[in-house]
RNA sequence: GCGGAUGUGGCGAAAUUGGCAGACGCACCAGACUUAGGAUCUGGCGCCUUACGGUGUGUGGGUUCAAGUCCCUCCAUCCGCACCA
């Protein structure tokens, strides 16, 4: 391209897709459609770095390619505007989080529009905007008034469970429940109840529930937080300290989806590593859950095992401190210490506990239980935090000889260790393992079998004897949906006699009152409760109703909300009556390719996964898993310039404490620099933009940090001090040059590393980032960002961009017919492009366009039959270049509506084929055959020629091998 | 500890099914043109060797006529989960 004009040309051409709407797609067509989707961004206040647009490029080259080879195709951009960044900028400044949202959301849509993404933006929403959280709200209280039947799998109106307890009571039901010791009753007893006491009942079998639960709760947010949001015990947001806390709060039973959660991932398209992330999520365990009585009356226990088979290796038992039956099973003489350890536990945080994981601890409770297989020995009972209240039946049966953790429990505590397996060397009276397999020995009537036969025999008895039951159990927890903040969905719930109800219909959405601050109130209530008239009056909306003012719902959703069923929406986002038309949902169907992060893997896509579920068991949909294929783009790192900080405490004449900053160079050896109490070592990031080939620009940097403006800059050669260079005396040649050290970590404004687009699209033009990001690497693989190389993608697009014009940069396209050469250059690429792209291998079919460029030059090819199908070839990539040069070549269509070119195979065939001789493995010669010839005549001219035959010096081998993909390999 | 991935020149990386390793780009070297340039073009470029040749895909072994690719061992790096009974 001549110079610079590139920008002008880019502007122009986005301008007019968004005029005439280019990209704009019908839900009508008889195009077979295609939907690709990225996951939307939150539009955070530092805009796009050019790690965002890696995947949005990847998913417009398949939606450009799509749209070519005749598909309607599905591409929409939006952004997940609920969060906390925002809200919290609001505390601090009193913005409101809607005008900070807006101002990003602005930002971020100018940043992909100067990329040049063929988003239909007609298309877009934001997560907060009414009109669309209403139908958030929609499908939470749909959760509400659905509960989940285990017997058909799927999620029934609740009030076909009303109408079975009042024929049947629970009979024949087999309900997902919050709690499982549900009791059954007849149904008399439930038409007996009071419609308050029936409500309070169904309340544990809604699949959107409010309940009493153990949450992690984030003082530093002010908030709790979902499991997924919480990161090595602190806040996945802010890296704040969680602790456990016990709150009422809704959840969404996803317990109740796990099993399917499960098994639809065997179908999917996605990484192995993210299903696994997803299957170690739910975490299924087989095992038995068995009663073990005690010699307390009336208290037995209940325990959870994978490995029941080891029940006669039970020397004692364990449950966790928060345990209920705590109380019960402490003996008078051990009070004091099982309060004490349990308060102890209790007052630590979850972070501590994680950090002393390695700590055993414990208490001995005083009372004693009895195996039920084997009645020699009393079993003692004790509490310890290694056993989770959450997991399980919050109790284990401690098998010394058979788990490490048990077993390091045991030795600490002298407890006995009974082996029950044979078949390892490992000595049992000095470490501990975990055997698998093996014999059972010791263990009655299971002696003899081996670990997989022990444990169905296990499971038989115990529940034939009748104490205990096969059970599977999952890790997998109900998902907390209630958060104490501000900027999120309201949830769409008022309260009467201290009982939930839904708002109706007609009242929503429910809009998100003014507050006039974004924090809790005094009392601890969330933000919401700031809101005075935040009360829902029957009035204004049931005719003939009270007048009575019932208090709102004052939490609000989880961000996690509004992504989880987004991509429904686009399908149909304008849609006033319903979150999106059947037609509509029929017609788009799965997404064909979703895009995006793999933090994500066991937060939304689990949850989008559930919704859409849920969806489908309402019937609103005819499919049940939303991603059909997922794609992880590699993350772009940036390059941090660190310098080191020698910071000095000192005591100034007037005994005032002052600081002295030194800098060191990155070619000093840091750690010989002395080292003492009032001397410590800082990492300092220098901007990036303030370095250039690892020097540090310092008048730019003191500038930029005026607090150092009487630093001394130590460098290699001496000092430099107020701009001033003292060399060293003594050296020869002293070095003025300070240098920083290059660390590769994650872009980020703190670290000031972050690249922005803006400015590479200004010095480079949109259609070299897009293909020099596509260039990079391939697309899965996090990358540091670096700009070596760019210039080669910039060089290939003018190269290209000179197939089309003459010296004198006159516009030059020759009708004549192209040769057969030519041919096979354009065929190869485009047989070479379209696979590459189905198998998203976007970098290779970079390195074929430069090829094809490359050798169409060196043949001095400018005909029309030849540059034309490959400036569409090239349009995915390039949208802009290829759309100036596709006017040039006298169309007045947008390139969108141009068709794909098909490969012909006649052209990339060569009529000959080279084939290397292999005698043994070790080339010797190269053999040319015609196309066509067979594997016996290949044989006998191998053999017949002069050269193989110098090598072979008149031995016959004795094998020959003939490869379909051209090698013959001669064995002697 | 468990699970998932990755390891190829100075660098980013190619190599669809086991079939001439290092395509393509960067950097570097040499040359051409030149109004001497951050333009363009041509050639070279894994390592050892003047060359012939040898050697080479993290380590060690195996299968095969043939291994970057398949199997086993170990090492390193990254990511996820982590007292889950």
């Known amino acids: 391209m001549s110079d610079h004009s590139f920008r002008e040309i880019e502007k122009k051409i986005q301008q007019r897709w968004l005029k005439e709407q280019t990209f704009r797609v019908d839900n009508h067509s008889d195009k077979p459609k295609y939907y690709v989707l990225d996951m939307f961004p939150y539009p955070s206040g530092a805009g796009l770095h050019v790690g965002h647009p890696l995947g949005y490029i990847a998913s417009d080259i398949v939606a450009r390619f799509k749209r070519l080879k005749g598909f309607n195709v599905l591409h929409p951009m939006g952004f997940d505007a609920f969060g906390l960044p925002a809200e919290q900028y609001a505390i601090q400044t009193g913005q409101h989080p809607a005008v900070t949202t807006e101002d990003n959301t602005a930002r971020y849509r100018e940043q992909m529009q100067a990329l040049g993404?063929?988003?239909?933006?007609?298309?877009?929403?934001k997560t907060s905007q009414p009109d669309y959280y209403r139908w958030t709200q929609w499908i939470f209280q749909r959760f509400f008034e659905y509960w989940y039947d285990k017997a058909l799998d799927k999620a029934r109106p609740i009030s076909?469970?009303?109408?079975?307890?009042?024929?049947?009571?629970?009979?024949?039901?087999?309900?997902?429940?919050?709690d499982e010791?549900?009791?059954?009753?007849?149904?008399?007893?439930?038409?007996?109840?009071?419609?308050?006491?029936?409500?309070?009942?169904l309340m544990y079998y809604r699949l959107a529930f409010l309940a009493h639960v153990t949450v992690n709760w984030c003082p530093g947010l002010g908030t709790v937080l979902a499991n997924d949001e919480v990161k090595d015990g602190v806040s996945e947001r802010g890296g704040f300290p969680v602790e456990r806390k016990q709150m009422n709060q809704w959840c969404l039973r996803i317990t109740a989806y796990a099993d399917r959660l499960l098994e639809g991932l065997d179908a999917l398209d996605w990484s192995d590593a993210v299903k696994e992330m997803q299957r170690n999520w739910i975490g299924k365990s087989r095992g038995a859950s068995i009663i073990f009585l005690t010699e307390v009356n009336n208290v037995a226990i209940e325990v959870f095992t994978t490995r029941p088979d080891t029940i006669y290796g039970v020397t004692f038992i364990c449950i966790a401190p928060e345990h209920r039956l705590v109380q019960y099973l402490t003996t008078e003489d051990h009070l004091e210490e099982v309060t004490s350890y349990v308060e102890s536990v209790k007052n630590r945080s979850e972070r501590d506990r994680m950090s002393e994981v390695k700590r055993i601890s414990g208490a001995f409770t005083g009372s004693w239980a009895i195996n039920p297989l084997d009645d020699k020995h009393r079993i003692p009972i004790w509490v310890a935090d290694y056993v989770l209240a959450g997991y399980g039946t919050g109790a284990v049966m401690a098998v010394p000889s058979s788990d490490i953790r048990d077993y390091a429990f045991a030795k600490h505590f002298g407890m006995r260790i009974t082996t029950v397996l044979e078949g390892s060397n490992t000595d049992i009276s000095v470490e501990g393992f975990d055997p698998k397999a093996g014999t059972m020995i010791n263990s009655g009537d299971l002696n003899g079998l081996t670990v997989p036969k022990a444990i169905d025999a296990a499971i038989t008895i115990i529940e034939t004897e009748g104490f205990g039951k096969g059970r599977i159990i999952y890790r997998l927890r109900d998902a907390l949906f209630s958060r104490q903040r501000y900027w999120g969905e309201p949830i769409p719930i008022y309260y009467k006699d201290n009982l939930p109800h839904l708002l109706p219909d007609s009242e929503l959405p429910l809009i998100l009152p003014e507050i006039d601050a974004y924090k809790p109130t005094e009392t601890g209530e969330p933000p919401l409760a700031r809101a005075l008239d935040w009360f829902y009056n029957t009035e204004t909306a049931v005719a003939g109703g009270t007048t009575d003012?019932?208090?709102?719902?004052?939490?609000?959703?989880?961000?996690w909300a509004g992504s989880s069923w987004y991509f429904l929406r686009y399908m149909d986002p304008a849609n006033a009556d319903a979150p999106f038309s059947a037609e509509a949902a029929k017609y788009w169907n799965q997404v064909d390719l979703y895009l995006g992060g793999s933090e994500h893997a066991t937060g939304h896509l689990l949850y989008a996964r559930f919704w859409t579920m849920f969806l489908y068991d309402m019937g609103l949909l005819n499919f049940s898993e939303p991603f059909k294929r997922l794609v992880n783009q590699g993350m772009i790192q940036g390059v941090s310039e660190k310098t080191t900080l020698r910071l000095r405490k000192m005591v100034n004449i007037d005994n005032l404490e002052v600081n002295k900053f030194q800098f060191l160079s990155a070619d000093l050896p840091a750690s010989e620099f002395e080292h003492s109490d009032n001397v410590t070592l800082i990492d300092v990031s220098a901007d990036i933009t303030m370095v250039k080939d690892g020097e540090l620009d310092l008048e730019a940097f003191v500038a930029w940090r005026p607090e150092y403006a009487d630093a001394v800059f130590i460098t290699a050669g001496g000092f430099i001090k107020n701009g001033v260079f003292s060399p060293d005396p003594g050296k020869e040649n002293p070095s003025s040059k300070f240098l920083t050290r290059q660390e590769v970590e994650k872009m980020s404004k703190s670290k000031y590393n972050v690249v922005n687009p803006d400015d590479v699209i200004a010095d480079y033009s949109a259609d070299t980032l897009r293909v020099y990001e596509m260039f990079l690497g391939p697309l899965e693989q996090s990358k540091p960002w670096s700009t070596h190389g760019i210039e080669g993608t910039w060089k290939f697009l003018r190269k290209y961009r000179r197939l089309f014009f003459d010296d004198k940069d006159n516009f030059k396209v020759s009708e004549a017919e192209p040769t057969a050469d030519e041919l096979r250059v354009l065929h190869k690429a485009i047989r070479k492009v379209e696979d590459d792209i189905e198998r998203l291998s976007l970098n290779t079919a970079v390195s074929t366009f430069m090829i094809c460029v490359n050798e169409l030059q060196s043949l001095r090819c400018n005909k029309r039959a030849v540059l034309e199908p490959l400036t569409i070839l090239l349009s995915p990539y390039a949208p802009h270049l290829t759309e100036e040069i596709w006017a040039l070549l006298g169309y007045s269509d947008s390139i969108a509506f141009a068709q794909w070119p098909v490969w012909n195979e006649e052209f990339v065939k060569d009529n000959t084929f080279e084939c290397p001789v292999s005698i043994n493995g070790k080339v010797r010669v190269k053999l040319t055959f015609p196309l066509n010839t067979t594997a016996a005549q290949i044989e006998t001219e191998t053999l017949a020629n002069d050269a193989v035959q110098k090598f072979l010096e008149g031995r016959t081998p004795k094998k020959i091998v003939v490869v379909p993909n051209r090698i013959i390999n001669l064995v002697m």
């Open 117 to 125: 993404f063929s988003f239909d933006w007609s298309r877009e929403f």
């Open 181 to 201: 010791n549900v009791i059954e009753f007849k149904a008399d007893f439930w038409n007996s109840l009071s419609e308050s006491e029936k409500q309070r009942r």
């Open 160 to 178: 076909e469970l009303v109408s079975a307890f009042e024929q049947n009571g629970t009979a024949g039901l087999n309900p997902a429940v919050f």
């Open 549 to 559: 003012n019932f208090p709102l719902e004052t939490n609000t959703m989880p961000g």
